[in-house]
């Protein structure tokens, strides 16, 4: 049997089957219907206090059917994938799109199969399913036991190994079968040190759409180190007094702030509905020429990469500003009909439960052309931003407060004293044009990060260093 063969067989349905289904979506007359089948196996292993604590395995599968009738969307799903109970998520997605009922024979041929060739964006030499637990063991424990022998401070270690496979199958009304594998593992380390007194936490994480053999001696070397220096690092820092000054944001964590107060606004749906700063400025210039931000599902192994999106799109690099103008949007299937233009491959949802909405996947910006001590050496008093964790904003305005866990002061254009614990508080489009200069350092981080607009997808984001002219600094 062929691999989409094997797929199909998995959910048990035929091509027959399929065509069924999606008949019954469009019987009161929509314009589109698709099918989104899932099978998700995940794994969790943890360690705490040098012995592992808890273990678990969380298998979900199901499959959802959308429905499009004009503005109207009608969703529903099923746990259950015979075809009797599938007919009747098909119909109840097409009752929620209220259109007339009328009889219409929908042909569903297939026009276009897409199947990975084994290569993809993340082939993966091995599968989490082959992977017992026993095999995980000593890598977390190996974690801890380096953690542990890297400074004499340290007092606890939390570690996580997680990892999953997908299997996933789409068909839709337009005749488009697609099916794909996708792996996911993630590694993450949280360092406590204790010293006169004092304690300070440290956290590092890398995550990646791979297999097991991305799971390395190497790699737990790599996280073992990144804890302990983010941790020791905060002994020596202070909390800088506050105020509006300029702000050197660090390659590769900053790049949190450009998807959150940047990146959302971007989205076709927040600019359909006019909730975005940015919803007329399609074709304008809104920052520096130096400037192009990306978002890009094609990035080898990278954690929010994929060979298609959630509505059967091919994944792309999607320039969403170029040279410092507005050039796109990211579009799922209903933006690009408002629009009139393509698909970008980000609809993305977070299981078979959800309809898709346009979502970021890597979002980055490009190098510029300037070396990062040449951008700190033009401030005289500000701060250098390097570790940042969480934040809110508000999509509609744009304003954000994002927290840093860790940076330096920058004073008469020199690195001085390490700071922590501090907020960035801003304005994303006025950040974004107040962008002087772009160091040619960029970097994609590859951490937990995950994107909870409404559902919870994993992406990952990355950027050069950069000097915001102005930007308010929470301290003391």
């Given at each position: 049997m062929t691999e989409i063969q094997n797929?199909?067989?998995l959910f048990g349905v035929?091509?027959?089957?399929?065509?069924?289904?999606?008949s019954a979506a469009l019987s009161r007359g929509g314009?589109?219907?698709d099918l989104y089948f899932e099978l998700s196996t995940a794994n969790e292993v943890s360690l705490r206090d040098g012995e592992v604590n808890a273990a678990g395995t969380h298998i979900d599968y199901g499959m959802g059917v959308r429905v499009l009738s004009d503005d109207r969307t009608g969703y529903a799903y099923t746990e259950v994938t015979n075809l009797n109970e599938m007919l009747k998520a098909a119909k109840a997605a097409a009752a929620i799109a209220n259109h007339p009922s009328v009889s219409i024979a929908h042909p569903a041929n297939v026009t276009r199969l897409f199947v990975p060739d084994g290569k993809g964006y993340y082939p993966a030499k091995q599968t989490w399913e082959e992977i017992s637990l026993s095999v995980k063991i000593p890598f977390l424990q190996n974690l801890n036991d380096q953690i542990f022998s890297l400074d004499p401070r340290v007092n606890k270690v939390m570690a996580r190994i997680s990892d999953s496979d997908s299997t996933i199958l789409f068909f839709n009304s337009e005749g488009i079968l697609c099916m794909d594998k996708r792996p996911m593992m993630s590694v993450v380390a949280t360092c406590i040190m204790e010293s006169g007194g004092k304690v300070e936490n440290g956290s590092s994480s890398r995550s990646f759409r791979a297999g097991f053999e991305f799971l390395t001696d190497a790699l737990i070397k790599e996280i073992a180190r990144d804890a302990v220096g983010k941790t020791s690092f905060l002994f020596d820092a202070i909390r800088p007094k506050g105020g509006e000054m300029a702000v050197v944001m660090g390659a590769g964590s900053s790049g949190i702030l450009l998807h959150e107060a940047i990146g959302h606004a971007f989205e076709a749906d927040f600019n359909r509905l006019n909730t975005s700063i940015f919803s007329d400025k399609l074709g304008k210039t809104i920052c520096s020429k130096e400037i192009s931000v990306v978002?890009?599902?094609?990035?080898?192994?990278?954690?929010g990469s994929l060979n298609f999106d959630d509505e059967g799109i091919p994944s792309q690099k999607t320039y969403m500003v170029k040279e410092g103008v507005l050039t796109s949007y990211l579009h799922d299937r209903i933006s690009a009909k408002y629009y009139n233009t393509s698909p970008t491959g980000n609809g993305r949802r977070e299981s078979f439960r959800y309809m898709p909405l346009p979502r970021m996947r890597a979002t980055y910006m490009e190098n510029g052309k300037s070396t990062?001590?040449?951008i700190i050496s033009t401030v005289k008093k500000g701060i250098f931003a390097e570790n940042f964790s969480n934040g809110q904003v508000q999509i509609g305005a744009g304003d954000f407060t994002f927290y840093v866990k860790s940076g330096y002061l920058i004073e008469n254009g020199k690195l001085t004293r390490p700071v922590k614990d501090i907020n960035i508080i801003g304005n994303g489009p006025e950040a974004l044009?107040?962008?002087v200069a772009v160091a040619s350092d960029s970097i994609i981080d590859n951490s937990t990060w995950t994107c909870g607009k409404e559902q919870y997808c994993p992406?990952?984001?990355g950027m050069p260093s950069v000097l915001v002219n102005k930007l308010t600094v929470g301290g003391d």
């Open positions: 797929t199909m067989a035929t091509q027959e089957d399929l065509n069924q289904i999606v314009d589109y219907a978002d890009d599902g094609t990035i080898p192994f990278n954690r990062r001590d040449d044009a107040g962008i992406v990952s984001c």
